[in-house]
């Protein structure tokens, strides 16, 4: 990337078009003649009816145009796709393994230009990018490792489905893809509406080279979801998004015999109470803020007790004050850069004004790092953090997940209310609970509706061999990571652990 704090931005989106012309150099058959992304189905790259232009939200420029296909486009991509499975299945572990190796040799021989391409993709820091990747690299050699007993006694389901949120591609999109097809699946995943696109395919790409059977389609969500949720040859789903259109999957699900896994959104909290390590705190506090919250466990709900609450601000203030908000690629130090679009940060602050008018107070309100822009650079998807007091109970921020640097602080009176304001969004995939009284910590923890408790920590959705879901609204079948995924894209038998309708 260039270091310099004088570049101007087109001489910075020089440097997106030098990855995409290597991108073109490593996997020529993804481009059409005038450098259009293609989708890669079964082992042919397809050309699309339309495409559409994926934006980089680092400075608003189209970085290349991505495949739109049409429905009867994935439809017959689906069933190609499912072709693929009974000659993929039919090969040994070791030999699925082998395959799998190779792909990971290829990812890894690319890693650096993944990663170029997934910060201007979605506007990950380097770091975070490379983060991203190298867990995916990690994940899926952790898997190779383990597989054999994880497989014992137990056949794949066919050809599964995956529809993602943009925020993770590799770390989790693209894992979960390695692991179904290691497990002997075939796959078929979606490009994220809102970002990931140029570096997944990609990725896809290099799959491919490795006879892996994969494919990667994109378009709108109104013409692919009824193929990748409905079609018959789809055996299993594995959904991350929002709660509402994980909701209608499920209700799509549930009069099929069709595996899934649905991560759905929830609001995380951090409660406090009889609690003094404030500098443990506060580093936890500036610790959340990675990519910018953008992230499914991250906590934007703080219910503290109301004594504590003077020095819960002076704790957050102090330790968010010093976060640098600005350009990723620049070469001068951020920790976040960009949410993903304008319209993003135009919801949030659409929500933020329409609470001050009903009455709640910005405790915190950040600024952009001045220094950490390119001279005249688009700005509007950047949003410094944010503290919020004394919210409507009705309000957006109160009750969901913002997916940003928003943070809500609730005040309460007693244990009964920090558990219920803790509660509020009927389930979440994390919380944590603050205090020095250690049986006080287990009985809170004990009550509040979530996967994952920390006890004076923060917790993530972790991989590997870690187990992973959520409770409530905030998940919806079978739980995953480590064997929990490899049990629930194969038949065997195993009860599958799950948050499943009663």
């Known amino acids: 990337m260039l270091h310099t704090e004088l570049v101007g931005e087109p001489l910075l989106h020089l440097e997106s078009r030098r990855l995409l012309a290597e991108a073109r150099s490593v996997t020529p058959e993804a481009f059409d003649s005038q450098g259009r992304l293609l989708s890669p189905i079964a082992g042919a790259w397809v050309r699309p009816s339309a495409w559409f232009d994926a934006v ?60 170029g391409l997934l910060a201007w993709d979605i506007g990950k820091t380097l770091p975070t990018a490379g983060n991203d990747v190298d867990r995916c690299l990690a994940g899926i050699e952790w898997y190779l490792e383990q597989i054999g007993p994880m497989l014992e006694g137990r ?21 979960n893809v390695l692991v179904q097809s290691l497990a002997g699946n075939s796959v078929i995943a979606k490009i994220p509406t809102q970002g990931g696109g140029v570096s997944l395919t990609v990725a896809f790409a290099l799959l491919r080279y490795a006879d892996l059977p994969v494919s990667l389609v994109g378009g709108r969500g109104r013409d692919l979801s009824e193929s990748l949720v409905g079609h018959p040859s789809i ?55 990675d990519f910018g919250k953008q992230r499914c466990t991250a906590y934007t709900r703080w219910v503290v007790e109301k004594s504590l609450v003077p020095r819960f601000v002076r704790t957050y203030v102090d330790a968010v004050s010093t976060l640098r908000v600005g350009h990723p690629l620049i070469g001068v130090p951020v ?32 600024k952009l790092a001045e220094d950490a822009f390119a001279a005249r650079q688009e700005r509007g998807a950047y949003l410094p953090p944010a503290l919020l007091f004394g919210l409507p109970r009705d309000s957006e921020l109160y009750l969901r997940e913002p ?33 020095d009284e250690p049986e006080l910590a287990q009985r809170i923890a004990s009550r509040l509706q979530a996967f994952k408790v ?49």
Request: hydrophobic letters at 45%.
């Open 403 to 435: 997916f940003g640097p928003v943070d809500v602080l609730v005040s309460v009176d007693s244990e009964e209310e920090l558990v219920r304001e803790a509660n509020v969004s009927n389930g979440a995939l994390v919380a944590s609970v603050a205090t």
């Open 155 to 175: 056949k794949p389901l066919g050809l599964v489905s995956n529809i993602a949120s943009w925020n993770y591609p590799f770390s989790v999109l693209l894992l």
């Open 56 to 115: 980089s939200p680092i400075d608003g420029r189209v970085i290349a145009e991505l495949p739109l296909l049409d429905a009867a486009q994935v439809a017959t991509g689906v069933e190609k796709a499912a072709a693929e499975f009974a000659p993929w299945a039919a090969r040994s572990l070791d030999d699925r393994a082998r395959a799998i190796m190779e792909a990971v040799k290829l990812l890894r021989e690319h890693r650096d230009l993944l990663v």
């Open 335 to 366: 920790d976040f850069g960009p949410l993903i679009s304008p319209s993003k940060v135009e919801e949030l602050r659409s929500h933020i004004a329409d609470a001050r008018k009903r009455g709640a107070t910005v405790l915190y309100q950040g």
């Open 235 to 289: 055996e299993g789903l594995a959904f991350i998004g929002g709660r509402a259109n994980g909701s209608q999957v499920q209700r799509r699900l549930l009069a099929t015999n069709k595996r899934y896994a649905l991560e759905m959104e929830g609001v995380n909290a951090y409660a406090i109470t009889h609690f003094s390590k404030w500098d443990v705190l506060g580093q936890q506090i500036r610790a959340g803020f």
């Open 454 to 502: 920390g006890i004076n920590k923060l917790r993530s959705r972790g991989d590997r061999e870690e187990p992973f879901g959520g409770k409530g609204g905030s998940w919806a079948g079978a739980f995953v990571g480590g064997t929990h995924l490899v049990r629930a894209f194969t038949d065997g038998p195993h009860p599958l652990e799950g948050n499943w309708p009663e």
